[in-house]
């Protein structure tokens, strides 16, 4: 279940036709795919895109996208605080950022520049696509991370960061994933 928060109006939003319209009338696509299968931590990224195939392959068709992969953090992830920090610096992409929350939770953070800084909190079933050159960072939570997602591509050089070095992000740092 998504929940968006604008936290300079003290703002959260929990329906999830509410959070569509707020993210299309920005031109990011938010959506809820069915996410009935449970995988184990030795599940292959074969497995988990293969479980998906049914909603992924044509939605990968239809927006032009070529590659998919699976990204998993949990606790045990080497060296989580450095890759943390690379994800939490506010950036862009050359292309379109989408992720489809197969397990776990993560915040994406967004700057339009033209309204206040507002996240959304995305979960088991929800997908995401940031469109290229939106400012926006990540965070997976400071303790017990645990997000496993698919991350679709139309050429993977397009999710390297452009970092804005703005430190925007800092301004939100206190701020705490909703319950």
Not at 11 to 40: L, M, P, T
Not at 151 to 162: E, H, K, T, V
């Amino acid at each position: 279940m998504a929940i968006l928060s604008i936290p300079e109006q003290n703002i959260e939003i929990r329906d999830s036709k509410e959070i569509k319209e707020f993210f299309n009338a920005r031109g990011i696509f938010f959506d809820q795919w069915n996410c009935s299968v449970v995988f184990n931590d030795e599940a292959t990224q074969k497995e988990i895109l293969d479980a998906y195939s049914n909603d992924l392959n044509p939605f990968m068709t239809k927006g032009g996208y070529v590659t998919a992969d699976v990204i998993s953090i949990n606790e045990l992830t080497e060296n989580y605080d450095a890759i943390r920090s690379k994800f939490l610096a506010e950036h862009t992409h050359s292309e379109d950022e989408i992720r489809f929350f197969v397990d776990g939770k993560g915040i994406f953070w967004f700057n339009l520049e033209t309204e206040p800084v507002f996240n959304l909190l995305c979960e088991k079933g929800d997908l995401i696509s940031v469109p290229a050159g939106t400012k926006h960072w990540f965070d997976a939570g400071e303790n017990n991370p645990f997000v496993k997602a698919i991350r679709i591509f139309i050429d993977m050089s397009g999710w390297i960061p452009n970092y804005t070095a703005s430190s925007l992000e800092q301004n939100f740092s206190n701020f705490k994933m909703p319950v």
